[in-house]
């Protein structure tokens, strides 16, 4: 049986780029902005791998643009946002995720039925 | 934080990947840990399990954003050339192994072993006419040139080839049970270095062909 830190991290290995698109798509950002965005919905990348490499995938894939920009304050950044192939990319992965949640559920939600009185 | 950038820079001269890629990468990453610092948030916290593998973590995003060049055509054609020929030297290696194991057995009694390979099978003298006397002063003229011969052979160094005017070659080899070097554990060693050099080297170059370690980098993912 798997630790709970392994399932999770195996759970999120397989979405967190679509997190990632998730966060671009409500508007551009840097790097550390996206780890703040994630930790700030419960989200915390602590002992996964970094978005460093899974944002230059994107980028690869098409899936996210990217520009040069001034911070607030600091040096100018590398800001991402989603494309047109991301957004549908996004829309796609969501619907994925929700079939599967769904089915996942009706499976635990069946075993939760029987343990509970 | 300046170590574990200077770490990433490291990795990214040694996979080639161009200076204003690098830069780029170096600098988004060094203002991230900058304001992730100034906000007392930890570097595990930014970079995820790559904080404790910067080199990890430098070729896995340099992969991930293909920016590592393949390698060029004739490295790779060096780097396969060098392969085939040391497959060649190695199995020359075995074998010359498998020949000493063959023709050095323990079992030789004799202090000095000479073997003889077959000559082919044609006659080494023509009889004509019918002159017995004649014929039996040749017989024990071949009977006395055979004797040299064998003399002859027996005094050879150890070591020599003598390939005969018939064609048969004799080989001379060194002492099987000397007191200096054992030429059939000598032999042995060699055929084993060869076989496993050879069956190394295949793997090796099998592996290459399918992409090699720049194929492994590509395939770190986040």
Redesign the interface.
């Known amino acids: 049986m798997a630790s709970a830190e392994g399932r999770r991290s195996q759970l999120l ?1 397989g979405v ?1 780029d679509l997190c990632l698109l998730a966060v671009v798509e409500e508007g551009p950002a ?3 902005e996206m ?1 703040k965005r994630l ?1 700030a919905r419960g989200l ?11 944002l ?2 994107l ?2 894939d098409g899936l996210v643009e990217t520009y040069r920009a001034a ?1 607030n304050g ?2 100018p ?2 800001y991402y946002r989603a494309s047109r192939k991301g957004q549908r990319a996004l829309a796609a992965g969501m619907s994925e995720w929700r079939s599967a949640r769904d089915a996942v559920d009706a499976v635990l939600g069946l075993v939760d039925a029987e343990v509970q009185p | 934080m300046n170590q574990f950038i200077e770490e990433c820079r490291r990795e990214w001269k040694r996979l080639r990947v161009p200076d204003p890629v690098a830069n780029e990468m170096a600098a988004d990453l060094e203002a991230d840990l900058k304001e992730a610092e100034a906000e007392g948030t930890s570097p595990h916290e930014v970079l995820g399990s790559g904080a404790s593998d910067p080199r990890s973590f430098a070729a896995s995003w340099a992969a991930e954003r293909a920016v590592i060049p393949p390698p060029t055509l004739t490295a790779r054609l060096r780097r396969r050339s060098l392969i085939h020929a040391a497959l060649a030297a190695l199995t020359l290696i075995a074998a010359i192994g498998a020949a000493l194991v063959i023709f050095a057995s323990p079992d030789a009694s004799a202090p000095t072993t000479a073997i003889r390979l077959p000559a082919p099978p044609y006659p080494t003298s023509i009889w004509t006419g019918t002159n017995m006397p004649e014929r039996a002063a040749l017989a024990r003229r071949e009977a006395e040139l055979a004797n040299e011969h064998a003399v002859f052979l027996s005094q050879l160094p150890e070591g020599a080839v003598w390939v005969q005017a018939n064609g048969g070659i004799v080989l001379r080899l060194p002492q099987a049970h000397g007191p200096g070097v054992e030429i059939h554990t000598v032999g042995s060693i060699l055929l084993i270095v060869g076989i496993v050099g050879v069956i190394l080297s295949m793997l090796f170059l099998l592996w290459s062909s399918r992409g090699g370690a720049d194929h492994s980098s590509r395939r770190q993912t986040a």
Do not use: N
């Open positions: 290995r967190l840097y790097g550390y780890t930790r915390s990348i602590v002992g996964e791998g970094s978005i460093y490499p899974l230059g995938r980028e690869r911070s600091g040096p950044r590398k």
